[in-house]
Every structure is written in C-alpha cells, then in structure tokens.
C-alpha cells in the first residue's frame, strides 16, 4: 500500500503550486492524514494536518494564511494548496498517513506510520 505525492515544481516566489498525494490503499477515510516537509540540511518539520472526516485542520505557524489542506476520500486523495510561497518553502513535502489508533492529529513524524515518496518544491527569489 504506497502513497504516492505528486505535483511538486519550480515556481517563483508569490506564485502557488497545488501537491496531491493519492492512497492506494483501502483505509484512506479512517486515517488523519499530513503534510511534512525537509529543506536541505535541515530536520522534517511538520505542515499541516487534517482529520478522517475533514473537519479538523492544523497548521504550522509558518504557513498559515496561505496553505490549504483538504482531503477527498471518495477518490483517496489528500492536498495541500500552496499560496504566497516564499524562499523558505523550498523543500521536500512528503504525505504521511496516521495508523487507525491516532485519534488526534498530531505535528510529530514518527505519529505516523505510512509515507509517501516526497515531492520537491523550490521557490526563487
């Protein structure tokens, strides 16, 4: 079962890039799924979390007010909107799925169990 991200590029600064990551696996719905990102030299960090049902989202404080994340469970598919972007977003973004007992979204990566491959984004000044 792999998750697959997709939808990473060169754009320029204040430009917008929208990154996909499909599930093909059959648990999609029941597990909250993310978004983590690693910039060259630096550790993973957390981006954005969403709940099973869509209805709770969270946020680095870095990316607020110009990332989305959404989710379609229908076609298993998670999302991350990427407005505003800015040098610093330059990095690797990977999706990562939470196992069924991860109740709660949760900004650590070793929370969750499944990754997908990374997909790289790099913003120019």
């Known amino acids: 079962v792999q998750l697959q991200a997709s939808g990473g590029g060169l754009v320029q600064a204040g430009g917008y890039l929208r990154l996909s990551c499909a599930d093909s696996g059959r648990t999609f719905s029941n597990q909250i799924m993310a978004w983590f990102r690693q910039a060259p030299g630096k550790e993973r960090e957390f981006v954005s979390a969403?709940?099973?049902?869509?209805?709770?989202?969270d946020y680095a404080d870095s990316v607020k007010g110009r990332f989305t994340i959404t989710r379609d469970n229908a076609k298993n598919t998670l999302y991350l909107q990427m407005n505003n972007l800015k040098g610093e977003d330059t990095a690797a973004y990977y999706c990562a799925a939470g196992p069924r007992t991860l109740r709660l979204l949760s900004t650590e990566a070793d929370r969750y169990d499944r990754w997908g491959q990374g997909t790289l984004v790099t913003v120019s000044s």
């Open positions: 969403i709940s099973r049902n869509a209805g709770s989202t």
